[in-house]
Nanobody, 119 residues
Framework: QAQLVESGGGLVQAGGSLRLSCAAS????????MGWFRQAPGQEREFVAA????????YGTDSVKGRFTVSRDNAKNTVYLQMNSLKAEDTAVYYC????????????WGQGTQVTVSS
């Protein structure tokens, strides 16, 4: 059974950095596009970033471009989200998700990790 487990969240001051990790098991990691999403209290879940199967292409929402970097290590079945220059508005629960190549929807989701940025 596929499982995604996020780690690396925590409390950080504005301007600081965090690196989130998402370890995958029970699936062929290299055939999945991996994405990061976040949900702040009272708000809908939103897309943050994604990375293609081989890692050759990355995508990010405008609000995190230049600050967040998504990467993956297929040998370790792990995807990362490096978050720099954090702002209070980045506070949210961050989720990783997996989408098989060629399919429109993310099929597998992690349980989330809390990121809190204090101003």
């Amino acid at each position: 059974q596929a499982q995604l487990v996020e780690s690396g969240g925590g409390l950080v001051q504005a301007g600081g950095s965090l690196r989130l990790s998402c370890a995958a098991s029970g699936l062929t990691f290299s055939i999945y596009t991996m994405g990061w999403f976040r949900q702040a209290p009272g708000q809908e879940r939103e897309f943050v970033a994604a990375i293609s199967l081989s890692g050759g292409r990355t995508y990010g929402t405008d609000s995190v471009k230049g600050r967040f970097t998504v990467s993956r290590d297929n040998a370790k079945n792990t995807v990362y989200l490096q978050m720099n220059s954090l702002k209070a508005e980045d506070t949210a629960v961050y989720y990783c998700a997996a989408k098989a190549g060629g399919t429109p929807n993310y099929a597998y989701w992690g349980q989330g990790t809390q990121v809190t940025v204090s101003s």
